[in-house]
């Protein structure tokens, strides 16, 4: 089975000062999206005839990544990098140095080259 696990990119009202129904209004809208978006990439890979299900949860990607596959018993964590370096690395981190450095599971990172884009 193949599982597709994507975190919103909206955090969660507690570390924020905005209003909590604000944020939970686009957390619901980022998730509905995430969602959509996830279930047209498993139906077309379900058309290959693949097992797969979609997971959307969680609101920090690197925790979120390793405790769902730990709570699955993954074989593999399999995720995408954009190739950060050098001073963003530095200030910002990585999803994937920190999915590598939480988990005992192994880690494939294809990195996405951003040159290639549209």
Request: aromatic letters at 4%; proline letters at 5%.
């Amino acid at each position: 089975e193949l599982m597709l696990i994507c975190v919103p990119a909206v955090p969660e009202s507690g570390k924020y000062r905005a209003p909590g129904n604000v944020l939970q209004a686009i957390r619901k809208q980022a998730e509905t999206g995430t969602r959509d978006y996830l279930a047209s990439v498993a139906e077309g890979l379900q058309a290959q005839g693949l097992s797969v299900r979609a997971i959307v949860t969680g609101s920090y990607p690197a925790r979120t990544i390793v405790e769902v596959g730990k709570r699955e018993g993954v074989d593999l964590i399999m995720m995408t990098s954009q190739g950060r370096g050098g001073l963003d690395l530095l200030l910002m981190g990585s999803v994937a140095q920190q999915v590598v450095q939480l988990t005992d599971s192994p880690v494939f990172i294809l990195p996405i080259n951003n040159e290639l884009e549209g």
